[in-house]
């Protein structure tokens, strides 16, 4: 009732695409300034909008995009330019005024969506979910499915460690090391959707 190689293929596959070790920095420059204890709600919030997305394109991915009419490339660039005004904030320091994040929950846009539950794995989950022609390997999908996103949600849960040693000095210089990592991820992402409309086209 359980295919190891399946699981291990979309495990490792979204383990690439959703970078949990490269999202730590990224986490940290979004929730600086927050209690310890929002920052793990945070965590979770983020890590649960992820699966929900997730979910919902794993059972229903080809029909939503076929009855709104929207291509895979399209998702990817606009996913690559939501993540690049997000980029843009923290690299000028914007994030740093209370105005513009206390009241934004940044655990939903961009952690999330698009940052965790981007194009990429959406399109991994998709293609998965139709590939799994039996119980075993539906089963491995959605169980590889899960275990990204406890990995995802202890990383992030984890990675808050790393502010107390870092200190505020520290958190500025992340920040904007999240700010540069994100943009170019954003601008790979638009990359690879434009090209993907010149190859369709």
Known sequence: MFDLAVFGSLFLT????MDPPGI?????GL???????????????????????ITVFGLLGHQILNYLHV?????????????????????????????????????LVPLGMPLLAGPGAIVSVI???????????????????????????????YSLLIIRVIKDGGVVLVTRLAGMMLSAIAV??????????????
């Open 24 to 28: 730590t920095p990224i986490f940290l």
């Open 127 to 157: 293609l998965a979910v139709q590939k799994a022609d039996s119980v075993a390997t539906q089963v491995s999908v959605w169980v590889a499915i899960l275990a990204i996103h406890v990995v995802l949600w202890l990383t992030m849960r």
């Open 71 to 107: 291509s895979v490339p399209a998702l990817m660039i606009a996913g690559g330019l939501l993540l690049l005004l997000i980029a843009l904030d923290l690299l000028t320091g914007k994030t740093d005024e209370p105005k513009q994040t206390k009241d934004v929950n940044v655990a």
């Open 14 to 17: 979204l383990f690439v695409i």
């Open 31 to 53: 929730t600086a300034g927050r209690p310890a204890r929002t920052q793990k709600r945070m965590a979770f919030q983020a890590v649960c909008v992820a699966g929900g997305v």
């Open 188 to 201: 790979q992402q638009i990359i690879n959707g434009v090209t993907q409309v010149i190859q369709g086209g």
